[in-house]
């Protein structure tokens, strides 16, 4: 099952962003202690303040993966970094656990292992194309069909004479039986820029599997406990549920379906169903959260009728 792993959780200094809208997420706010934040920096350690840059990143992603205290990270990065670290802190809730929040979900998104596929070097500024150097027998059969990839741009730049991490984003898209996914994840400073030149150049209108997810999300509010939920809609041309199903594959969701299934059906809003779709108005959604506050909708994938996978989760 092709699910938005990477957005049911998400870091304040791994800024998680949208690559293409096959899902939407919502993140909390998460930022580590400033006074740790600013002493670890200043305190630095051998990793750190390796001189060849090829070293530092080496260091920096073997530090994700062995350090014990998000301390450890800190003076990895830059002071605008750090800084911003501070300035989210306030929102983060009194009663999280932050290094055990972050370092796992650094350790789950980002892999362990990678291969440099380009480098682009000046004095000041290092430049890197990179790929995980392993994948999953699943995940490598489907690259070998052209129907996943994962790509890292890394790039780390000089700051009071040390190598500091500037950018560490990830790009990823996978293709199955489910639909496809696009998704980015990870520090990029320059993402509103980006974004900004994006919408300015992009006139195309907002497709109609956009408005459908938007239509749920904006209201949306986040739950106690971490929530998978599967819906199964049928829709008719004026956008309007005809039908609707409501099930998890994870234990324990009975709460979790009841309030995705109130929420989706009390939508009055839901915009018409186009005419490409008229034929296929058959939808399933996947809605997923954290008791941290992070959100996420994958999907819709349209069909014919319900795929064979939920037609047996309706049986039962």
Same mark, same amino acid.
């Given at each position: 099952m092709?699910?938005?792993?990477?957005s049911?959780?998400?870091?304040?200094i791994?800024a998680?962003?949208?690559i293409?809208?096959?899902?939407?997420? *919502?993140?909390?706010? +998460?930022?580590? *202690?400033?006074?740790?934040a600013?002493?670890?920096?200043?305190?630095?350690d051998?990793?750190?303040?390796?001189?060849?840059?090829?070293?530092f990143?080496?260091?920096?992603?073997?530090?994700i993966?062995?350090?014990?205290?998000?301390d450890e990270?800190?003076?990895? &990065?830059?002071?605008?970094?750090l800084?911003e670290?501070?300035?989210?802190?306030?929102?983060?809730?009194?009663?999280?656990?932050?290094?055990?929040f972050?370092?796992? =979900?650094?350790? *789950?998104?980002?892999?362990?292992?990678?291969?440099?596929?380009?480098?682009?070097?000046?004095?000041?500024?290092?430049?890197?194309?990179v790929e995980p150097?392993?994948l999953s027998?699943?995940?490598?059969?489907?690259?070998?069909?052209?129907? &996943?990839?994962? !790509?890292?741009?890394i790039?780390?730049?000089?700051?009071?004479g040390?190598?500091?991490?500037?950018?560490?984003?990830w790009?990823?898209?996978?293709?199955?039986e489910?639909?496809?996914?696009?998704?980015g @994840?990870?520090?990029?400073p320059?993402?509103?820029?980006?974004?900004?030149?994006?919408?300015?150049?992009?006139? !195309?209108?907002?497709?109609?599997?956009?408005?459908?997810? !938007?239509? @749920?999300?904006?209201?949306?509010?986040?739950?106690?406990?971490d929530?998978?939920?599967y819906v199964a =809609?049928?829709?008719?041309?004026?956008?309007?549920?005809?039908d609707?199903?409501f099930?998890?594959?994870?234990?324990?969701?009975?709460?979790?379906?009841?309030?995705?299934?109130?929420?989706?059906?009390?939508?009055?809003?839901?915009?018409?169903?186009?005419?490409?779709?008229?034929?296929?108005?058959?939808?399933?959604?996947?809605?997923?959260?954290?008791?941290?506050?992070?959100?996420? +909708?994958?999907?819709?994938? @349209?069909? !014919?009728e319900?795929?064979?996978?939920i037609?047996?989760f309706l049986?039962?």
């Open positions: 092709l699910k938005a792993k990477a049911k959780y998400a870091l304040s791994i998680l962003s949208l293409v809208p096959a899902v939407q997420v *919502a993140t909390p706010g +998460i930022a580590s *202690a400033a006074e740790p600013k002493k670890a920096a200043a305190k630095g051998a990793g750190a303040l390796a001189k060849n840059p090829d070293t990143v080496r260091n920096y992603y073997d530090a993966h062995k350090a014990k205290k998000l990270l800190l003076p990895y &990065y830059r002071k605008e970094q800084e670290m501070d300035k989210m802190n306030k929102e983060v809730p009194p009663d999280m656990d932050m290094d055990k972050m370092l796992e =979900m650094m350790r *789950a998104e980002q892999p362990k292992e990678f291969k440099v596929i380009s480098k682009n070097a000046t004095a000041d500024r290092v430049e890197y194309q150097a392993k027998p699943e995940k490598q059969a489907l690259k070998a069909k052209g129907n &996943y990839s994962m !790509t890292g741009d790039i780390v730049v000089k700051e009071d040390n190598w500091k991490v500037y950018k560490d984003y790009k990823s898209f996978t293709k199955d489910n639909g496809s996914c696009k998704s @994840f990870g520090i990029d320059d993402k509103k820029k980006r974004e900004a030149v994006e919408a300015a150049e992009d006139k !195309t209108p907002e497709t109609y599997d956009s408005r459908l997810r !938007t239509a @749920f999300f904006k209201d949306w509010k986040g739950f106690d406990k929530g998978d939920v =809609m049928k829709l008719k041309d004026d956008g309007s549920i005809e609707s199903h099930f998890s594959k994870e234990k324990d969701q009975d709460d979790a379906i009841a309030s995705v299934k109130e929420m989706v059906t009390s939508k009055k809003d839901l915009p018409e169903l186009p005419a490409e779709y008229k034929n296929k108005s058959y939808v399933w959604m996947n809605f997923s959260w954290s008791d941290k506050g992070a959100r996420a +909708i994958s999907g819709p994938y @349209f069909d !014919t319900y795929p064979g996978w037609k047996e049986k039962d």
